[in-house]
C-alpha cells in the first residue's frame, strides 16, 4: 500500500521505529512524520521501510476548517497583514495543511492553521523558505527582506514573519540592518509545536499580527513576555536573544528593557499592544520603504576561550571580516593578538564583542585591550556578538568604512557613548 | 633620572601620552603603570620614553600599612585561610605592594593590601601565577590545584583563590572537577581596581575569606551580588558567568540559583554566611582531600552562527574533544553534521552545548538533533559550553568513558534527567 499524507503509518530506519501521521512533504527525498506527541520527524526515505497502519487517519489537507470558510472575503475595515513563512515550529502550523510547497498561500489557508486570526487583518500568504532554521542562510535573509519590501509595496500594513526560534535573532538582525520600513516587520514563531498543549503559536502569533498593525514601524520580535499566557514581550530585532533552550519566554532583550508589549487577554477585546513608556522608536509612516539586502557573506565569529588552539584561526586568512567573542571587556590570549594584527593587515575588518553578553567592550582599560586596538581590531561597544556578525556583513557591503560603522548605532543594536562601567 | 616603583612618570609610547605612579613590574620588557583612574596599564619598555615628574610620590612598599602591623602573631582562636594569587585586578592589591614577584606573601602582605580582614583568620599566601585572566590556560589549572592541595595539606581551614574576573569561570570549573576537598576553595576577583571609589575588592575579599570559613566544601565563586555593596553571592564554580562586562554584579548562576551569599553589613559583626534552604552541598569534612589535576588540553569549543564556513572545523581533525556551542536544543547547520560525524568516526569526543545558555539540549526533538546523535555527537544536557569544554579536558585525562560522563554530573554542572521543557 502507498502511503500518502494523513494516512498512520509505522517507519522503520536505522534500527528505530517511529509511528504518526505522514505529513507532505516539501522534499522527495525525505519522510516527514507527525509524532504523536507533536513533533515532526524527517526521515530519509532510501533508510527506511513504511507500512501503513490507518488510511487517511488525518485530514491533513483540511482538518480544522470551518465549512464556511472556503472564500474569506477582504474587510475594508480592516488593515492587511502579510504573513511570511520560513519554516519552523510556528510555520509548521500552516504549512503541513497546505502542503506548504507552493510559494503562496492564501487568508483561507491562514485561518484554517489558526482561526483565532479571524477577523484582525486581511491576510496576504507566501512562503520564502520552508527550512529548519539552524540552516538559515545570508542567501534566505537577502530573499526574505526583497519578499517583505515586495509585500509592504504591494499595500500590507505590516508584516508577520514566521521563523523558527534556533536563529531568530540573526534574522531579525539582518532585516533590521536591510530595511527601512513605513511599517511594522515583526517576527514571531514556536518553542511548543501547535499539538502540544502548551503550544505557543496561537497567541505567539495573534499578538504577533497585533503588533504588526501597530504605530511601531521598526523590525521586532514578537514572543512569550512570561511563561504564563499573559502577554507577548516586542523585541528590538538587534537587541534580542534566545537565552533559553526551551521555555516559551526563552526570548529576551538584552542591555535593554523591551520595546513594547502585546497583552493577552481571555476576551480578544482585551488584546492590546503597548510600548514602553519613554522608548524612543520608529513611528509608522516616518520612513520611506527602502532596501539594501546585499551582503559580504565571507564574515565569521569566532569564541575565544582558554586554551583555544591558535590555528583555529587559520581559515580567517582572506576573509572579508572577523567578529571576535571575547572575554569580558573584550580580551583574548596574549599570544592571539599578533594573529589579529595580521588579519587587519591583510583587509580583514575585525570586530571585538563580548562573551559576558551584557554591557559593552572597552579595550582601552587594560593592557590587552590596548595591544588590540593598536592591532587594528575595532570595538563593537555593546552590539551582540551574533547580531555583531550580521552588522559586519551587512556593513561591508553597503558602507563606505565599515570600522566606523561597527562603532555606530545603525538600528538600535548599539548605545553609543555609554561607560563601560554603567 | 633612572625611574622607580612609586615615582610619578610621563611615559610617551605609540604616540599616547600617560601619566600616573610607576608599579613593581613582573616583567622585565614591560612598565605597569596605575593611572590616576585607578587601572594599570602596561607598556612596552622598549617602545616607551619616560619622564619621572615625581620622585616617591607613593610608597608603594608599605603604605596603607599600620605601624604596629609589622609582626603578624598566630592566633590560635582563628581559622587559617590561604589566599593564592593567580594576577587579575584583586590580586594586583596585594601584588604592587609587596612586588608580587615572589612565589609566596605572609600575614603581613595581606593585611598591609585589605586591613579589613585583619582578625578574621590567620593568613599563608602563595603566588601561583601572575597573570592577566584572559592568559590563563590549562597548564596554570593543573599548578593551581596542586597549590590548593599543598595549602590544604599544610592546614588551612579554607583557601581563597584570587582570580581575573575575565576567564574566572573557567579555572572555577576545572578545580571543581579536579579537587575533592573537605574545605571550603572561593574564587574572587575584582570588578574595579582598588584605587577606585567603587572598588569592589575589600567587599569580595572579605566575604571570601568568610566564605572559606564556611561550612560548603565546594569550590565556589564569591562575587557582589548585586551593584550595591550589601551581599556578596556564592556561585558554584560549575554553574557560574561572568555575563556583564563591567558591573559589580556580572557574576551570576546559570540554570540554578546561587548556593548562598555572604551578608555585608555595615558593622564588622555583620557578616554572615547563608546557604540557600533546600540547597544540597557538601559540608566540611564531608570528603578527603583528593587531586585529579591532570587534563587532555587538545579540546576546543567551537560556537555555530548561520553562514559559517565550514572550514572552521578543519582544524579540529585528530583533536581528542570538540565542544559545540550549537543553536536552540543543540543544532547546527545540516551540512556540517558529516564533519562533525568523520570526527568522531575518528575518535574524537564531539559534545554538544546551547548558546542560549539557560536550559538543556535536547537532540531527540528535531531532525536535526537526531543525525547529530546518529552521528555520535554527545549531549551535554544542561551544561554550560565553557563548563563543557573543561569538564571534557579533564574527563579524557581521567575516566574511562568520556562519552558517558559528559551525560552525568560530576561537579553540580549537570542537571540529570530534567525535561527538556520545563
Not at 500518502?4 to 517507519?11: A, I, L, N
Request: with cysteine; aromatic share 4%.
Amino acid at each position: 500500500m502507498t502511503p500518502s499524507p494523513g494516512d498512520r503509518v509505522r517507519v522503520e530506519h536505522a534500527a528505530v521505529t517511529d509511528e504518526g501521521v505522514l505529513m507532505p512533504s516539501s522534499d522527495e527525498d525525505h519522510l516527514v512524520l507527525k509524532l504523536e506527541g507533536g513533533y515532526n520527524v524527517g526521515v530519509d526515505r532510501a533508510d527506511a521501510s513504511v507500512e501503513v497502519l490507518e488510511r487517511g487517519a488525518r485530514e491533513v489537507g483540511d482538518d480544522d476548517a470551518d465549512g464556511d470558510a472556503s472564500a474569506v472575503s477582504f474587510d475594508d475595515d480592516l488593515p492587511t497583514v502579510a504573513l511570511i513563512s520560513t519554516g519552523g515550529t510556528i510555520a509548521s502550523t500552516v504549512d503541513y495543511r497546505t502542503g506548504a510547497v507552493t510559494a503562496r498561500f492564501d487568508a483561507e489557508d491562514v485561518l484554517r492553521a489558526v482561526p483565532d486570526l479571524a477577523g484582525r487583518a486581511n491576510y496576504r500568504g507566501r512562503v520564502v523558505a520552508n527550512i529548519l532554521s539552524e540552516n538559515m542562510n545570508p542567501e534566505i535573509w537577502t530573499d526574505l527582506a526583497e519578499a517583505v519590501r515586495e509585500e509592504v509595496e504591494a499595500g500590507a500594513d505590516g508584516v508577520v514573519v514566521m521563523h523558527g526560534t534556533d536563529t531568530m535573532q540573526y534574522s531579525a538582525s539582518a532585516l533590521s540592518f536591510m530595511l527601512d520600513t513605513p511599517v511594522p516587520i515583526v517576527f514571531t514563531g514556536s518553542q511548543r509545536s501547535a499539538d502540544r498543549p502548551s503550544s505557543d503559536n496561537v497567541m505567539n502569533a495573534v499578538c504577533a499580527v497585533e503588533a504588526a498593525k501597530s504605530d511601531c514601524a521598526e523590525v521586532m520580535v514578537c514572543m512569550h513576555g512570561t511563561p504564563s499566557d499573559d502577554y507577548c514581550a516586542l523585541h528590538r530585532g538587534t537587541r534580542v536573544r534566545k537565552n533559553h533552550t526551551s521555555r516559551r519566554d526563552a526570548f529576551q532583550t538584552v542591555g535593554a528593557e523591551p520595546l513594547g508589549r502585546v497583552d493577552y487577554g481571555t476576551d480578544e477585546d482585551d488584546i492590546a499592544v503597548s510600548f514602553r513608556e519613554g522608548k524612543t522608536y520608529a513611528r509608522r509612516g516616518d520612513a520611506d520603504l527602502d532596501i539594501a539586502p546585499d551582503l559580504v557573506e565571507d564574515v565569521e565569529l569566532v569564541k575565544f576561550t582558554p586554551g583555544m588552539d591558535p590555528a583555529a584561526l587559520d581559515y580567517l586568512d582572506g576573509k572579508s571580516g572577523v567578529v571576535i567573542e571575547g572575554t569580558g571587556l573584550g580580551h583574548v590570549h596574549t599570544d592571539l593578538i599578533p594573529r589579529f594584527e595580521e588579519l587587519v593587515d591583510d583587509g580583514t575588518t575585525v570586530v571585538m564583542t563580548s562573551q559576558c553578553l551584557e554591557g559593552r567592550v572597552c579595550d582601552r582599560v587594560y593592557d590587552t585591550g590596548r595591544d588590540l586596538l593598536d592591532a587594528g581590531v575595532v570595538e563593537a561597544g555593546d552590539t551582540l556578538p551574533g547580531t555583531a556578525k550580521v552588522k559586519l556583513m551587512w556593513a561591508l557591503a553597503n558602507v563606505a568604512d565599515a570600522d566606523d560603522a561597527m562603532g555606530r548605532d545603525l538600528a538600535g543594536e548599539l548605545t553609543e557613548e555609554s561607560k563601560p562601567w554603567t
